[in-house]
């Protein structure tokens, strides 16, 4: 017996060291990892300020902010967090206070709270920003906007920004979406840019400097190994989740297909259940009838199931509600935006009297509308024109945008 139970545990032992050593052999690395093994030497004496969060990790498990703190010379001196914190241990949209770190006694600034952008007192003595967070590649994720306004402060203080690429977690060639109209400028959605822009961090970083003239002193250490043609599960890497409602790396494409809808507050999109952003429905809807009539419209890529389900905590808890699920069949072809504008157009249809989407509140810029960055989806549906022409609207410029993204591009 007691030979069995030895070994169980050696057997246990060696396949925990075999998964953890399996994290160091990936097929892409990320920008940190290359520039621990290639360009440390070139920031000898330097001072750094890094913005980060959970995601900032090598290849191997280590903590970025741990990976540069080791290294001494550069010497890193401040940390910045954005949504979420530092450590990722707030609500989406919670308010994130400075603090220090404890593990290494550096302070942090928060660029959650009072500031969303440094200040020239915060940069004192910072010879380079760097840039270590993972993106989900959707217009509505915050942290790009904690980078851009990082990327004019480091402009207005002559200071260099560095991005430690990273991938994409979504098909890499995806664009999908409308271009954000200038007046529904945001937080949740700064530039005129697709709701999908199938751009690495590094990659976006390049098109806001250029194409927004914010003109900083950027430079990007280029990920070892990717391609467009990946997608998460094909880098290698382990995935941590960004956000507390992105546990997977699936995820990014569920959140690019419920999340506009989610900010209504009138459907859930499966925050508080188990299926994060992977749903749509209420305690008012027919599963039944929504999986029948989004199935009839044939969307590529994708399948609706009839779904109950009852939320644990948030908008609908403890409640009885009915709708469908969201299951990707290909992910070449599925369109998640396009995908959210027929959920939108077929629950209108089914449910005119419910008024999930507020549409006598036409171009009120609440968090919808900057989410989506539109007031037509409103004001179609408030004049009964099909949704499908919005589509065909937004596809002359999504066409636009395509070509004008080719020049910034880092990878095939």
Known sequence: MRKNFYVIIFLFLFFKWSHLMSFADTNVLPGIDVFLKKYVSEYKGKKIALITNPTGMTSDLKSTIDALYELKDPKLIKLFGPEHGLRGNYTAGEHVDDNKDNKTGVP???????????SKEMLKDVDVIFYDIQDIGIR???????????????????????????????NGNLVDGNILEPEFSSFIGLYPIPYVYGMTVGELARFFNEEFKINCKL??????????????????????????HIPRWETS????????????????????????????????????????????????????????????????KGKSCSGVQIIITD???????????????AIQKLYPEKNFFKIDKTGSKDMFEKAMGTAKIRKYLKD?????????????????FKEKRKKYLLYD
Not at 146 to 169: H, K, S, W
Not at 331 to 345: E, S
């Open 108 to 118: 942090i600034y928060s660029l959650y709270g009072k500031n969303r952008k440094p």
């Open 331 to 345: 992910t070449k072809k599925f369109l998640p935006y396009t995908v959210q504008i027929n959920i939108i157009d």
């Open 384 to 400: 009964k024109v099909p949704l499908n022409k919005f589509i065909e609207e937004y596809k002359k410029d999504l066409k636009k």
């Open 219 to 244: 430079r990007v250490i280029k990920m070892e190994g990717y391609s467009h043609n990946m997608e998460y599960k094909d880098t290698g890497l382990l995935w941590i989740p960004p956000s507390p």
């Open 140 to 170: 509505p994720y915050t942290y790009i906007y904690t980078m851009a306004y990082a990327m004019e402060a480091a402009a207005e203080n002559n200071i260099e920004f560095v991005v430690l690429d990273r991938p994409i977690p979504m």
């Open 253 to 316: 494409y569920y959140c690019a297909t419920t999340g506009g809808i989610g900010e209504l507050g009138t459907l859930s999109e499966g925050v508080g259940y188990t299926l994060p952003f992977e749903l749509i429905g209420s305690d008012s809807i027919d599963g039944d009838k929504l999986a029948a009539e989004l199935n009839s419209r044939n969307l590529e890529g994708v399948f609706f199931r009839p779904l109950s389900f009852k939320p644990y905590y948030g908008r609908f």
